[in-house]
C-alpha cells in the first residue's frame, strides 16, 4: 500500500493537469506546508499568503494571491523569480465549513500559460499590449517593455528581474522617459 502523500499525488496529479495546475500543498495556519507534490516544499514555512489572506480564509473565503517563486534546476537557485497564482481554499475542523481553521489547500498556477492566449490575442499588430494586473496595480503579466522601464528606473538594471510582480500600473503624473520623477 502507498504512503498518504503517494495515494493523495495519484489521486491529484491528473486532476491539477487537467486544469492547467502545477503543484498543490496543504499547508497549516502557520503557513508550514504539511504535504505537497513538490516534496522540497513540504515542512518549510510558506509566506505566500499575508494575515488578511489567512483571515479571509478564517471567514471561509477561497482567495487567490500572486507571488514570486525563485526558479532552481537541479536543486541550484538560479536567482530568477517568476510569477505564480496561488488559489486556496480553507479546510476546517467541521465539516460544515466553521469552526477551527485546519489549514488550507492550495494550487499554482502559472499565469504565463493561463494568460498567453488572451495577452497574444489582445497584442494586434506592433503596438497592441494586454496586461492583467491585480486590484492593487501589481501588474501580473509579463511586458514586453522591461528595457524601456529599466531605463525609466521602474525596473531594476538586473535582467533576472521582470515586470510581473515588480511593476506597479499608475499614472506617474508625466513622462517618465523623458526624465520626470514622480
Do not use: C
Request: charged fraction near 20%; aromatic fraction near 8%; avoid cysteine.
Amino acid at each position: 500500500r502507498l504512503p498518504a502523500r503517494a495515494r493523495l499525488m495519484q489521486r491529484l496529479d491528473p486532476v491539477l493537469e487537467s486544469h492547467g495546475y502545477e503543484n498543490f500543498a496543504f499547508v497549516a495556519p502557520d503557513g508550514r506546508v504539511l504535504t505537497s507534490n513538490d516534496s522540497t516544499i513540504v515542512g518549510k514555512v510558506t509566506h505566500a499568503y499575508p494575515p488578511d489572506l489567512v483571515a479571509r480564509m478564517r471567514r471561509g473565503e477561497t482567495v487567490t494571491t500572486a507571488h514570486g517563486i525563485r526558479v532552481d534546476s537541479g536543486g541550484v537557485v538560479l536567482g530568477r523569480v517568476l510569477p505564480v497564482l496561488l488559489t486556496a481554499s480553507p479546510v476546517f475542523a467541521d465539516p460544515s465549513g466553521v469552526g477551527e481553521l485546519v489549514g488550507w489547500f492550495d494550487v499554482v498556477a502559472d499565469p504565463a500559460t493561463d494568460f498567453d492566449p488572451i495577452i497574444t490575442a489582445g497584442r494586434p499588430g506592433k503596438t497592441g499590449e494586454t496586461y492583467f494586473f491585480n486590484r492593487d496595480g501589481t501588474l501580473l503579466s509579463p511586458s514586453r517593455f522591461d528595457a524601456a522601464l529599466r531605463k525609466s528606473g521602474l525596473l531594476p538594471r538586473d535582467t533576472m528581474v521582470g515586470s510581473a510582480l515588480n511593476v506597479r500600473i499608475a499614472d506617474p503624473g508625466g513622462n517618465l522617459l523623458r526624465g520626470y520623477d514622480p
